[in-house]
């Protein structure tokens, strides 16, 4: 997938032009640092919505919560291992005062809100896409049914938590013992129970928690939109704001199609692109703006990478003569 995307990312630059390109950067200018900044918002609104999925006593500070949720994109960013690599970052702090249980309870939850926050951006941008006109019949069917499983999935998602089975679905399952034997197999089992007592006395008791994750987490999806205005100003393009939203919302549901692309490369580029075009602009600077994308991440990647180091010192290590888990 990663010479899949790179191939699809060379390709897409030279359809575009790499003097046209260049000459968009240099207008553009001191307008991509801006871009760049602005995503500040985004990860910290991200970090917020993660702490509101911790019971009110055990919730960790700001400071904490985003620094760990930098280093965690550093790594989502950096390796092919999608977000299941971040999630072992956040998911392994040790903080003082927090049982591991509840760790994992709050990471599990933000999972879930987080998905239904893109997901009800994506389902937006899937309509875009639909009613544009742009797509031929295969490709609108394509759509449609990409939109409806990612609802089904978030759904899904939500029902086994509230109903308190979804870690259970693995913990209790036959593959365990197989694989643990049967006293690791029953210990993974009563830890499964626990997690998943936790998630349905959260849905039960901390709607309200829940509902200002996700909107926090919209709004931190939504500062992409802010960037893109950003970028359009300094560029002195003309926009209007419905058209604004509907380019986010597009590129925000094409990316959702492409997430098992590492690092979206070569995909989150065509969906800007598509975007564009569907707002009626050059595609090309669509390429463009992808490209001031893909500054940010590096940027917020480095400093996620040199937080890094602090925050692996608050993850335990195994005992002596034990494997790390």
């Known amino acids: ?46 970090a917020l919505a993660w702490g509101r999925c911790f019971a009110g006593g055990q919730r960790p500070s700001v400071r904490a919560l985003l620094e760990t949720h930098l280093a965690a994109h550093a790594i989502n960013l950096s390796t092919p291992t999608a977000t299941l690599g971040g999630e072992v970052v956040r998911g392994g702090i040790a903080w003082e005062g927090i049982s591991p249980s509840e760790r994992l309870t709050a990471l599990t939850v933000d999972r879930l809100s987080l998905a239904a926050a893109d997901t ?29 499983a990612l609802a089904a999935g978030v759904a899904g998602f939500l029902a086994l938590q509230r109903r308190g089975r979804l870690a259970s679905v693995v913990g209790e399952g036959r593959l365990p013992r197989r694989l643990l034997g049967p006293a690791r197999a029953a210990r993974l089992a009563a830890g499964a129970r626990e997690i998943d007592g936790r998630l349905a006395a959260f849905h039960a008791e901390r709607a309200g928690d829940f509902l200002a994750s996700v909107a926090l987490h919209a709004l931190g999806t939504s500062v992409g939109a802010l960037q893109l205005a950003i970028f359009l100003a300094w560029l002195g393009v003309p926009f209007s704001f419905g058209g604004l939203l509907a380019m986010f919302a ?23 692109m598509v975007a564009f075009s569907l707002g009626g602009l050059e595609p090309a600077r669509g390429l463009l703006f992808s490209l001031v994308l893909r500054l940010e991440q590096l940027v917020w990647a480095a400093l996620g990478m040199a937080l890094y180091a602090r925050v692996a010192s608050s993850v335990p290590s195994a005992p002596e003569g034990r494997p790390a888990c």
Not at 14 to 37: I, T, W
Not at 120 to 148: E, K, M, P, Y
């Open 1 to 46: 997938m990663i010479l899949l995307g790179a191939a699809g990312f060379v390709a897409l630059v030279l359809q575009s032009g790499p003097a046209q390109l260049a000459r968009d950067a240099s207008a553009l200018g001191a307008g991509a640092v801006l871009v760049v900044a602005v995503a500040a918002f985004e990860h910290l609104l991200h």
């Open 120 to 148: 009800a951006i994506g389902l937006g941008g899937c309509a875009v896409l639909w009613f544009s006109g742009a797509l031929d019949g295969a490709l609108r069917t394509a759509v449609a049914a990409g939109g409806l």
């Open 250 to 272: 597009a590129a925000t549901a094409l990316d959702l199609f492409s997430f098992f692309v590492p690092a979206r490369l070569g995909a989150q580029e065509g969906a800007r």
